[in-house]
């Protein structure tokens, strides 16, 4: 979409997203410990860093949410005894889990899942300067927890929520998946990063009562693909003892 194009329809916009805050029911986010241990075998120390889908909003507790099936998934894949941590918080942006984390100072970990990305959207922060944010934060954990590969869970089909209106809905997917694309594009040029597409359909079977955030049939799909991804590209010698 041109910037011409969208400066014409900003006014529309402005008006959708203002009526869709409005009529969304505010969702808590998951309850439930946020740290735990799973399985037998090797240890494997697990992070996750997370917007409001990384703390599980749309679902009533934390082992439904994607938290749960990444670690149970990632414990039978990898045959592992996998330490697990959830840093979270909804709403924040990339720039912000930074500064969660910093805060937070987490245990170390072998691998760290990060998902974020929609926030940046809804707060129209530039590509480039997400995917700086998105570096930011990946030094960081390698640097100052331990990590040793940082896995990005890919932006959602944004096009597809069935809360959103059109045009909004179109426009903000088309940023959504130029966010990914770039998302994508950096952390191939990578050896400790690495970015996971995951081919879902959203509807409102499988989406939170809200019509935004995920539902439990989401969330499923999402952590096995980011477990079973861990469990191939980390292998058990990459793990500390």
């Not at 029911?25 to 917007?51: F, N, Q």
């Not at 749960?68 to 697990?84: D, F, M, N, P």
């Not at 966010?179 to 939170?208: Q, Y």
Request: with cysteine.
């Amino acid at each position: 979409m041109s910037l011409a194009l969208k400066l014409t329809l900003a006014p529309l916009l402005v008006a959708q997203a203002l009526s869709t805050r409005r009529r969304a029911p505010v969702l808590p986010e998951a309850a439930g410990p946020r740290s735990g241990e799973i399985g037998d075998g090797r240890r494997l120390r697990l992070l996750i860093v997370g917007d409001s889908s990384g703390a599980g909003v749309g679902v009533p507790t934390q082992d439904i949410a994607l938290a749960g099936y990444l670690s149970r998934t990632l414990a039978l894949e990898a045959r592992a005894k996998v330490q697990w941590q959830l840093v979270a918080r909804s709403g924040i942006t990339s720039a912000q889990a930074l500064e969660l984390v910093q805060s937070e100072r987490p245990p170390r970990a072998d691998v760290a899942v990060a998902v974020l990305g929609v926030n940046d959207v809804i707060d129209q922060v530039p590509v480039q300067r997400a995917v700086q944010h998105r570096a930011a934060l990946a030094d960081w954990l390698i640097a100052h927890a331990g990590v040793r590969h940082v896995v990005f869970a890919p932006l959602p089909p944004v096009h597809q929520f069935p809360l959103l209106p059109q045009p909004l809905r179109w426009i903000m997917g088309r940023d959504a998946r130029r966010h990914d694309e770039a998302l994508a594009r950096w952390a191939g040029t990578r050896e400790n990063v690495s970015h996971v597409p995951i081919a879902i359909t959203l509807d409102a079977s499988c989406m939170a009562s809200d019509g935004f955030h995920p539902g439990e049939p989401v969330y499923r799909v999402c952590g096995e693909a980011l477990a079973r991804h861990i469990a191939i590209t980390f292998p058990a010698s990459e793990t500390h003892p």
